[in-house]
């Protein structure tokens, strides 16, 4: 009896002994976690340094593409990305302050000339989530921030399609490899208002697997003033593979085509970009891309056109990226070569040449 008496006492000392750690871990994990916990702080700042080999070292002498521009050393921009994620809801503040941030948000004024994106957002479901206020666009391959780009400059694709949208969208999560998004947006890169009362369309549907992703991407609507401008349409299609462990293909293809409200035929842009990465040691890592664009009926202004406002042009860029702790460096050669007489020559600048060659050292810290 004695033992029996024993036996259920040590019982019940035990039970009462885990009761008591558990408790005291469970208070432990609710006390060390603070409201503060969900909130994030990220960005990056970034600089260059260009030159251009056999041509005019001025801010009239570069590639028509966006932000790293500028002759000898040169500012790029300082982001600041503050974000809050809840259960269900939650938002992003993305803040910009230098050259590259003022290239981004061009036809944003006063304020708003800080604001890359700000946006809250709704997880409706686990495969619903719904998006409402400016963020950067979903088309094309390349992003505005240089911490998601391989290559330093940017290609042309990017430079003259959208950089943001401000609206609503759904993302939908169809299974795990599948998914979905539709939007209504303000015509394009108009972030704090819409001036024109017309509203662009947004859909996109995307694979992804353990190995890389597809993106197939539309927009369609009016861009400026009803009557004065017609519909644009861009399908765009973005998609990056891991080959091997050391091998990684990306590839971008766009079209845009602008529907003229006269008797004059549409006018719009193509092209089409390959970027071949090999991941050489865990430090460093050397890419290419090798960009063909081209514009019809002037569509896009970014390049010196036959009378007929036809142009293009191939570029490519070799990039190597070497990593020191949260700064990267980013050494590239860039050769443009156009369809027609663009850069104006070195001896004499009111002779114009053909191609440009320039170099470009791009220094990044993330945090």
Not at 33 to 41: A, G, L, M, Q, R
Not at 196 to 204: K, L, N, P
Request: net charge negative.
């Amino acid at each position: 009896m004695k033992t029996k008496t024993v036996t259920k006492l040590f019982k019940k000392v035990c039970l009462f002994s885990l009761a008591l750690i558990s408790f005291t871990s469970i208070a432990q994990e609710e006390e060390e976690k603070k409201w503060f916990d969900n909130f994030s702080v990220n960005g990056s700042v970034d600089g260059y340094f260009r030159y251009n080999f056999g041509a005019q070292n001025d801010n009239s002498t570069a590639p028509a593409t966006s932000f790293a521009n500028e002759s000898g050393f040169a500012l790029g921009m300082a982001n600041v990305i503050l974000g809050y994620e809840g259960e269900k809801v939650g938002f992003v503040a993305d803040l910009v302050y230098g050259q590259r941030g003022e290239d981004a948000v061009f036809n944003s004024t006063d304020s708003a000339q800080i604001i890359n994106q700000l946006y809250a957002y709704w997880n409706v479901t686990e495969k619903f989530k719904l998006t409402f206020g400016n963020f950067n666009t979903y088309l094309g391959y390349e992003v505005i921030s240089p911490t998601g780009n391989f290559n330093y400059s940017t290609s042309y694709m990017f430079s003259y399609g959208p950089f943001s949208h401000t609206g609503l969208k759904a993302d939908i999560a169809i299974n795990d490899n599948w998914s979905a998004m539709v939007a209504v947006m303000n015509p394009t890169d108009y972030t704090e208002n819409n001036p024109f009362d017309t509203y662009i369309f947004g859909a996109q549907i995307g694979y992804s697997a353990d190995n890389g992703s597809a993106y197939l991407n539309f927009r369609y609507g009016n861009e400026g003033e009803p009557g004065l401008v017609g519909p644009t349409f861009q399908a765009d299609l973005t998609t990056g593979w891991d080959l091997s462990e050391k091998f990684y293909l990306g590839v971008n293809a766009t079209y845009l085509t602008t529907e003229d409200q006269g008797d004059a035929d549409a006018s719009g842009f193509y092209g089409v970009a390959l970027y071949p990465q090999f991941k050489a040691t865990e430090k460093f890592s050397i890419g290419l891309r090798g960009e063909y664009f081209a514009e019809f009926e002037g569509g896009a202004g970014a390049l010196v056109t036959d009378a007929d406002g036809d142009g293009s042009v191939v570029a490519a860029t070799l990039t190597g990226s070497y990593d020191i702790g949260n700064l990267t460096l980013k050494p590239e050669i860039r050769l443009d070569s156009t369809s027609e007489d663009t850069f104006p020559d070195n001896d004499n600048p009111a002779e114009f040449n053909k191609s440009l060659s320039s170099f470009v050292l791009g220094a990044i810290y993330k945090f």
